[in-house]
T-cell receptor, first 113, second 112 residues
Framework: DVKVTQSSRYLVKRTGEKVFLECVQDMDHENMFWYRQDPGLGLRLIYFSYDVKMKEKGDIPEGYSVSREKKERFSLILESASTNQTSMYLC????????????FGSGTRLTVV | GQQLNQSPQSMFIQEGEDVSMNCTSSSIFNTWLWYKQDPGEGPVLLIALYKAGELTSNGRLTAQFGITRKDSFLNISASIPSDVGIYFCAGQQADSWGKLQFGAGTQVVVTP
């Protein structure tokens, strides 16, 4: 069963901490994405990557960075966590073209206190 | 970035009722997708549409790719309690590098 795996389902971090969210896919997909989901705001794209070591800013990249050293792994980094980054974070992957849509992970619910 | 206009925002329905939701945009899309998100999980693809006018079913779900290529519709017939969740539309444009645009979601609550 092909899947996208996010390393943590729930995470609680303190303000100012550096936070790493990890995502691994086993489908050999070229594209990987990080979204955050907040009530009433839907899914907002933070960063995406269409190849190893390549990254592109999404709609809300401020306060975040990403790393893609291997094709199967895409990491989201919160350089200095703040309370307004409390959210559900979703990782997704797709073949080039996304004609068949994304496959999403189960999400990481991050709380920054 | 542009988001698709999805409505309604939420629906409270009784078991057995039919559900309709739609997604519109001012831009043309060449792919429309519908996802469902169960509570505490990531979205899962329900239906994919690739041609204007296309009508596709998946069990009790039916979706249509609008003729203008600027909208799409999802219907759920004879709703059951496990239909509860958030339904998202998503569209892909021709020059988008595989990046999807999403609607804000429709929250569906089914009461017995």
């Amino acid at each position: 069963d092909v899947k996208v795996t996010q390393s943590s389902r729930y995470l609680v971090k303190r303000t100012g901490e550096k936070v790493f969210l990890e995502c691994v896919q086993d489908m050999d997909h070229e594209n990987m994405f990080w979204y955050r989901q907040d009530p009433g705001l839907g899914l907002r794209l933070i960063y995406f990557s269409y190849d190893v070591k390549m990254k592109e800013k999404g709609d809300i990249p401020e306060g975040y960075s990403v790393s893609r050293e291997k094709k199967e792994r895409f990491s989201l980094i919160l350089e200095s966590a703040s309370t307004n980054q409390t959210s559900m974070y979703l990782c997704a992957s797709s073949e080039q073209g996304a004609g068949y849509g994304y496959t999403f992970g189960s999400g990481t619910r991050l709380t920054v206190v | 970035g542009q988001q698709l206009n999805q409505s309604p925002q939420s629906m409270f329905i009784q078991e057995g009722e039919d559900v309709s939701m739609n997604c519109t945009s001012s831009s043309i899309f060449n792919t429309w997708l519908w996802y469902k998100q169960d509570p505490g999980e990531g979205p899962v693809l329900l239906i994919a549409l690739y041609k204007a006018g296309e009508l596709t079913s998946n069990g009790r779900l039916t979706a249509q790719f609008g003729i203008t290529r600027k909208d799409s519709f999802l219907n759920i017939s004879a709703s059951i309690p496990s239909d509860v969740g958030i339904y998202f539309c998503a569209g892909q444009q021709a020059d988008s590098w595989g990046k999807l645009q999403f609607g804000a979601g429709t929250q569906v609550v089914v009461t017995p």
